[in-house]
């Protein structure tokens, strides 16, 4: 019997590792691969240019009125969104009382990030803050009316403020709700299940318009005369709504891919449906569907522009407000604040989607068939 | 004969005239077993035959229609509101492990002695170390299920359920899904258990196993228990034609 020799480990072949590698093997693999590089670069490469020079180039960054952006080759008029940005982000809110937004926005800040670091110390008291605290300082202090707090109304708020009030009122209360209506339209109890799935297809099944429309102008006419609730409360319960419908299907969504074992497991361990719920099933199941929820998010914040319909001014309402001021009326005023808002949105979108994908592959526990990208 | 096959008075399971139905299909048949403290039984048969039914049937995650289950005296029904208060010391391992994937092997551990005995996380992990040590993965306590071998991670629900100190455990097929090399670091486990007096009904097909440490074997098929008998008389001459069909059948090879 011959003795059995190990065989000495090889480095592997140069071009195959290394930077050589990598564009070897990503862009100029073969004749084709190398040839769709080419053109891909030469289309990034104009698309570059033509944005840079709209943008910076021939842009006009400050300037009092439409003067400043009537220049032969007009860029953009970022002049335009300096000079009204103290309403894109306030709406009419009073300028002496801004101060105010910006306080809750800066608690929200301070609340929030050490929230979202897994890391940072102190969550147990953290979430309470967030949950008890933050909400009712954010309400007394945005609607004044107390402690000589002069009372803004909510008629006058607007821009980000609106936008960040109703995506965010939305984003903290659709998903406990929709969790519940999940729960609720997977229960046993035929009543419960019934009243679930009514309520989720009713309101995925209407346009948010219409929730809007029906919450703005329909509600006040069942309501007995003299009681009349703010029209941006009214706006936020029907955006809660409608989007802990599509939450909680999203939810369902989850629950259904968990193994019947882990409640079969989760029951011979004598745990009983709540905390089955709570400890086994719910978290594995919100990771599995955090792409889901984060949809729901975007798609969410995006919507809000809607409150247009009913009066209300979020951030895009209020940059086309601004549209008809004869003051900054050039060619190049709607394209800027477009972009402006565009802009803006993408920022808040692009940032959940980020902080998504940092969660997920935070949450892996080895068991997932590949990163989240 | 020599053995003896009359269990003393008070049982620790009894199941009286047990029946039940999947639908309209009859899967266990006028089930009647009674096992007493300390008591090893091996479950074997067919595919289909019952068995995995049968001890499901023993905590409730399979309900019976007729008949009647006792465990230490106390009956068990599908509305009993005191299941849960049952289910405590009636461990169970499965064919799938089922194990809590997004949590460590220590927390799969601790999780049900904290949330459902309510003892503080000191002493949950003190015991399941204790465990783990047992099953021979104490190093592994930090890792996640999904980063185990299937024998690592049988070991771990074996872990699980003895970290709740059950007065009985169940085992529903716990090596058919392991490779050949893993089965046996598996039972070795369960043989352990066993000679440390533990009240065990293991549903298995592990032949070695059930000579070595069944008190008594019990031969299942189309829903009913067709033979029952110590292991010498059941593998050297089997009372039943259909026992000996099967035996020939499993030692073919």
């Not at chain 1, 919100?286 to 809000?304: M, W």
């Not at chain 2, 005191?82 to 551990?109: A, K, T, W, Y």
């Not at chain 2, 996380?121 to 170390?129: S, V």
Request: hydrophobic share 50%.
């Amino acid at each position: 019997m011959s003795e059995w020799q190990a065989i000495p480990e090889r480095v592997a072949p140069a071009n195959t590792i290394g930077a050589v590698g990598w564009l070897r093997s990503n862009l100029f693999g073969s004749w084709r691969d190398a040839a769709l590089t080419l053109i891909a670069l030469y289309l990034i490469y104009n698309l570059l240019e033509v944005a840079i020079g709209w943008g910076f180039i021939n842009a006009t960054f400050s300037g009092s009125d439409r003067a400043a952006c009537l220049k032969e080759t007009q860029g953009a008029c970022w002049a335009f969104i300096d000079a009204k940005f103290g309403q894109f982000i306030y709406g009419r809110y009073l300028e002496a009382e801004r101060w105010r937004v910006d306080l809750v926005m800066a608690a929200l800040v301070l609340g929030l990030v050490p929230l979202l670091i897994p890391r940072a110390p102190f969550k147990r008291v953290n979430v309470l803050l967030m949950i008890l605290v933050f909400p009712p300082f954010a309400f007394f202090l945005l609607v004044g009316g107390w402690f000589g707090l002069a009372e803004v109304p909510t008629a006058d708020w607007g821009g980000l403020l609106v936008t960040l009030v109703v995506a965010i009122t939305g984003i903290a209360l659709s998903l406990p709700l929709g969790i519940l209506l999940a729960l609720g339209r997977r229960s046993d109890m035929p009543i419960v299940q019934s009243l679930c799935v009514g309520f989720i297809e009713i309101f995925r099944g209407v346009p948010l318009i219409t929730v809007l429309f029906m919450a703005s102008v329909m509600l006040p006419l069942f309501l007995p005369d003299g009681v009349n609730f703010d029209k941006l409360l009214r706006c936020l319960i029907g955006v809660t709504l409608f989007s802990a419908a599509y939450m909680a299907e999203v939810v369902r969504g989850g629950l259904q891919a968990i193994a019947r074992g882990q409640y079969e497991a989760a029951a011979a361990l004598g745990l009983g449906f709540w905390k089955t719920t709570a400890l086994i099933t719910m978290p594995q199941a919100l990771k599995i569907v955090i792409p889901g929820i984060v949809n729901t998010f975007i798609g969410l914040f995006k919507d809000t522009t809607l409150v247009l319909i009913i009066g209300l001014f979020d951030l895009l309402g209020i940059i086309q407000f601004n549209f008809t001021d004869a003051t900054w009326a050039t060619p190049e005023t709607h394209i800027t604040g477009y972009v402006f808002a565009a802009a803006m949105f993408w920022v808040f979108c692009f940032a959940m989607s980020r902080y998504s994908i940092f969660m997920e592959n935070r949450l892996a526990t080895g068991h997932e068939t590949r990163n989240a990208k | 004969m020599t053995e003896t096959l009359t269990p003393p008075n008070s049982p620790m399971i009894s199941m009286t005239q047990v029946n039940k139905w999947f639908g309209t299909f009859h899967v266990l048949r006028d089930i009647n077993l009674r096992v007493t403290e300390g008591e090893k039984i091996v479950i074997c048969g067919p595919s289909g035959s019952g068995k995995s039914t049968l001890i499901r049937c023993i905590n409730q995650l399979e309900h019976h229609q007729e008949g009647d289950i006792e465990i230490e005296g106390k009956p068990i029904s599908p509305d009993a509101t005191d299941m849960e208060v049952i289910r405590r010391d009636v461990g169970m391992v499965f064919q799938q492990f089922n194990l809590f994937p997004h949590m460590s092997v220590l927390e799969n551990c601790t999780l049900a002695p904290q949330w459902v005995r309510g003892i503080g996380q000191a002493e949950a992990e003190k015991r399941a170390r204790h465990f783990l040590e047992r099953v021979r993965i104490p190093d592994q306590a930090d890792k996640f299920p999904g980063q185990l071998s299937g024998g690592q991670q049988q070991r771990v629900a074996i872990a699980r359920a003895l970290c709740m100190q059950p007065r009985i455990m169940l085992f529903d097929e716990p090596t058919s899904a392991l490779d050949p090399e893993m089965i046996k670091e598996v039972l070795d486990v369960m043989v352990e258990l066993a000679n440390d007096g533990m009240t065990m009904i293991c549903v298995t097909h592990e032949m070695g196993f059930a000579r070595e440490v069944a008190d008594r074997i019990i031969f299942m098929d189309e829903g009913q228990i067709v033979e029952e008998n110590t292991p010498t008389e059941f593998f050297e001459n089997p009372a039943n034609e259909r026992t000996r069909l099967f035996l020939s059948q499993i030692f073919q090879h």
